[in-house]
């Protein structure tokens, strides 16, 4: 019980952080803007990714609000006749 308590405290203890060798270094390094160009790169996935579900979101309303007015226009012209 000691001993897991003693785990425990040592793997919460505070310990100095270190950059990574990339962000420590020159910020106008080659590895550093490779860094930048990954970053950028997923960032532009996932900005395709959640334009793409929101335009077939926009579709679907498009397509159920058509299909709400075509159905509405049939009722009244069924209401005429």
Known sequence: MVCAAGVSLAAL????LM??????GQSDAPMA???NWGIFTLLGMIVA???TIA??????IRKESAQTAKTAAEN???VKV
């Open 13 to 16: 203890a505070p310990s100095p």
């Open 76 to 78: 009244l012209s069924e």
């Open 33 to 35: 803007q490779g860094m």
């Open 19 to 24: 950059a990574c060798a990339t962000c420590f």
């Open 55 to 60: 335009s077939f979101f926009v579709y679907l």
């Open 49 to 51: 990714v959640l334009v």
